[in-house]
């Protein structure tokens, strides 16, 4: 009854969400609320409707460089602004993308071929260039790619490009191929020229120069994105609640994607889910709680449910006692149930994580020896555990049961996750509960999701739900994002030293190997052509994770991403190999895409 109640009340959202949405252009797709009216598709053109959360202007624009960029580090990135390779999961293949091969001209030297003919939506050519002024950007920025690999960029001729690193590496392509996509120096040239000319003066990433022109490029705001791939945001159709994303006839990948346009609605998990209920979302990744995916299902929607590599972890602050002791933090995670976190959150797709090693339990018997993975505690959920570390420690608990540490201070904190996160934001309430049942007085406070990941970088949070881990085949990226940046800035030497962060110092004493360096780790797990020499130091990273738990993983997402087929089909069966890629880094949804898989129903 409870069910049939709640598909009732999202049913009448879902009505008063279309009553308030913009009229119907024909072919069934809206019509722009203002900035002009976007154009109707031909009769029977085919669509596939999307969801994906964007900000309008003047907040959101056209530089995908920089934050609050229009589209910028969305899956659907790819279909405009694409990188050159994507990367198969299953059998460790690239998928050309805007490149066409690769490989080492020597131990040092990756040589990129790109295709012939291609050329940009303002009709100038593809070419190296745009590749070396892209990377030239890059540089400006600092990324990882320049941090940790590359000497130089260099075109051999028009259509290879030269990736010259600093010293071998296996992580190198990921870094380049797949990470870093590629911009049109119609658009971006004159700024790489500027960088060009900074290097030349001898100026580095130090020098005052150096920071004021990335302040002015922060601040730069280009009229239009200019498009290699098969799509291209309509400006004038770009509302608050949709955009409209259309086929872009001259892209060399035109005739690779069946779909005449994308619409794309605005929007979080509470806006999404009744235009997914009504029908007008074909596709959608939105974390959605376990009683919305049931109606889904009792509508006949597909549900896809592939891993994405990461998930909520509870991040601690460690400049606030008594979170900067690791026997608290290993406490703290003997007395969660992940399991039941998980499956609150977000039902068969909330996993609780295993091995707490800080990267997936997927990934982990690829990269740790079994001997390794045999010393990792998996912090089964024991409560007398957790109580008996605490009272070692001195800790007491008071006539309201709850504790006290050694001064006498009682145990009373604040979570915060972001309020817009359904999933997210039920992980908090359930943990909030659960340490407060064991004693751990904790209040949950729900921020808007811009303003909590700000927090949490500035170091403004007791305790607050963040990601853990990173969708990637090489664990070396989820240990940077665990340890590094973006939450632990200040103390990891990579970012912003203003920013504080969880304050986690990575010189760390441990039990398993002393003294270690864990930023240096990091740094020289991506070193050199030897891959077993890099997988040693993941083991040995993931047993100093294990040990002192910088965050306390409480699961690993799966997505529950449903696939109603109303105007797209060709989603392949569950088992397939395409959804070891996962929902968001090398996305099935765009693999698919363009191999032409997925199709308008009636094709």
């Known amino acids: ?56 202007a003047p907040k959101g624009h056209w530089n995908t460089f920089v934050a609050n960029s229009i589209f910028g580090g969305s899956p659907y990135q790819a279909l405009m602004e694409p990188p050159l390779f994507y990367y198969m999961w299953a059998d460790e293949s690239w998928m050309p993308i805007a490149g066409e091969s690769w490989e080492w001209a020597d131990d040092v030297t990756l040589r990129v071929k790109l295709p012939e003919g291609a050329v940009w939506s303002d009709g100038s050519a593809y070419t190296s260039q745009d590749v070396v002024d892209t990377f030239s ?31 071998p590496s296996t992580v190198a392509p990921r870094r380049l191929l797949r990470d870093s996509v590629i911009h049109a120096s119609s658009v971006y040239g004159e700024w790489a020229q500027k960088v060009n000319d900074l290097i030349a003066a001898g100026k580095t990433i130090d020098d005052q120069e150096w920071k004021d022109l990335l302040a002015q490029f922060n601040e730069f705001r280009p009229e239009d994105m200019v498009v290699l791939g098969p799509y291209k945001i309509d400006p004038a159709s770009i509302t608050e609640s949709q955009m ?57 929607y597909r549900i896809i449910r592939a891993p994405n590599y990461n998930g909520p972890a509870l991040y601690l602050n460690h400049a ?59 912090y089964d959920f024991d ?21 006290m540490d050694e001064t006498g201070k009682r145990m009373e904190f604040e979570l915060t996750a972001p309020a817009e996160f359904a999933d997210w934001s039920a992980a908090a309430e ?59 800035q200040a103390l990891s030497g990579v970012g912003d030293p203003s920013k504080k962060g969880m304050s986690f110092p990575l010189v760390q004493q441990t039990e398993v190997m002393g003294e270690v360096d864990l930023g240096q780790m990091v740094a020289s797990s991506t070193l050199g052509a030897d891959i077993d020499a890099q997988k040693a130091i993941v083991g040995d990273l993931a047993l100093a994770y294990n040990e002192l738990l910088p965050q306390i993983p409480l699961w690993e997402r799966y997505g529950n991403n449903p696939a109603p087929a109303i105007r797209v089909t060709g989603w392949p069966e569950d088992g397939d190999p395409v959804f070891q890629n996962g929902t968001y880094n090398d996305p099935f949804v765009i693999v698919l895409m363009l191999e032409g898989k997925l199709q308008p129903v009636g094709n």
């Not at 074909?282 to 995916?293: I, L, M, R, V």
């Not at 149930?337 to 609780?352: C, H, K, P, W, Y």
């Not at 008996?388 to 309201?400: K, V």
């Open 383 to 403: 409560r007398a555990k957790a109580e008996e570390i605490l009272t070692g420690l001195g800790w007491t608990r008071d006539t309201d049961n709850v504790w």
């Open 430 to 488: 359930n943990l909030a509960q659960q340490l407060t049942d064991f004693g751990i007085k904790t209040a949950f406070r729900g921020i808007t999701f811009t303003q909590h990941d700000l927090d949490v970088q500035n170091g403004d949070f007791q305790m607050a739900i963040r990601a853990w881990g990173a969708g990637n085949p090489y664990p070396q990226y989820a240990f940077d994002f665990d340890l590094r940046t973006p939450y632990n």
């Open 244 to 300: 409209i994303i259309n086929k872009v006839p001259t892209s060399f990948m035109a005739d690779m994607v069946k779909f005449d346009r994308l619409v794309n609605y605005n929007g979080e998990t509470p806006v999404v889910t009744p235009l997914v209920l009504s029908g007008d979302v074909d596709y959608a990744t939105h974390g959605f709680p376990p009683a919305t995916e049931k109606e889904y299902i009792n509508l006949g």
């Open 137 to 167: 950007i890059y540089h400006l920025l600092n990324t990882a790619a320049w941090k940790d690999h590359l000497a130089e960029v260099k075109a051999v001729d028009d259509t290879t490009v030269d990736f010259i690193l600093r010293e």
């Open 1 to 56: 009854m409870r069910s049939k109640n709640l598909f009732a009340l999202l049913l009448v959202l879902a009505l008063l969400v279309s009553a308030c949405a913009a009229p119907a252009a024909p072919g069934g797709a809206p019509v722009a609320e203002s900035g002009g009216e976007a154009a109707a598709p031909a009769a029977g053109a085919g669509e596939f409707h999307i969801a994906w959360l964007y900000e309008v």
């Open 320 to 378: 606030v006692a008594p979170f900067d002791k690791k026997e608290v933090r290993q406490a703290l995670a003997y007395a969660i149930d992940r399991n039941e976190n998980g499956v609150i959150s977000l039902g068969d797709s909330g996993r609780a994580a295993v091995y707490m090693a800080g990267f997936s339990d997927n990934l982990v018997p690829n990269w740790v020896t079994e001997e390794a993975v045999g010393n990792l505690n998996k």
